[in-house]
């Protein structure tokens, strides 16, 4: 009837045991793993927050390069229409002087749109690379701030060094 019925002193002594083990457990392992919790959980927000500031800042990229394409658009139509105006205006002055003015007008201005063109284009070419290397740097901090990425780096390094010889 003993172990239906057990005595106050093991009620005692189980109580006074648990309540260690969990202060003990509160102390030394709860706090540290709550912890934990809490920076991977701050780590993985900054790290969404990151990612969706990337994006927006690609599609401002995109609508600035729509926009730079639209004025270098509307820019060609305006250098067209002034060679015409002025292919017009000359043409009324003399038919082989117009000619002559009217074509060289017209390859200066192909050319000026050519380089203007050719600048946008580098323009742009350097604002993608620098956003490029951007994105590049923030993706090898996060891989490499981590000893075992650093490792792996290392390892896949001498490899590709080792099958080139």
Request: charged residues 30%; hydrophobic residues 45%.
């Amino acid at each position: 009837m003993d172990l239906i019925t057990p005595g106050f002193g093991i009620i005692f002594w189980q109580t006074v045991t648990l309540l260690v083990v969990i202060f003990v457990l509160g102390k030394f392992a709860w706090k540290p793993i709550l912890h934990l919790l809490s920076e991977r959980e701050h780590h993985i927000a900054k790290s969404l927050q990151d990612a969706e500031e990337a994006k927006d800042m690609v599609a401002r990229m995109k609508e600035e390069h729509k926009q730079m394409l639209d004025r270098i658009a509307e820019e060609e139509k305006t250098i067209v229409l002034e060679a015409i105006n002025s292919k017009n205006a000359i043409i009324e002055s003399a038919v082989k002087e117009a000619k002559q003015v009217s074509e060289r007008m017209l390859k200066q201005a192909q050319e000026l749109i050519a380089r203007e063109k050719a600048l946008a284009f580098d323009q742009l070419k350097q604002d993608v690379a620098h956003l490029s290397i951007q994105v590049a740097e923030k993706l090898l901090r996060q891989e490499l701030s981590t000893q075992a990425g650093q490792e792996a780096l290392v390892k896949k390094l001498v490899e590709e060094t080792n099958c080139r010889c």
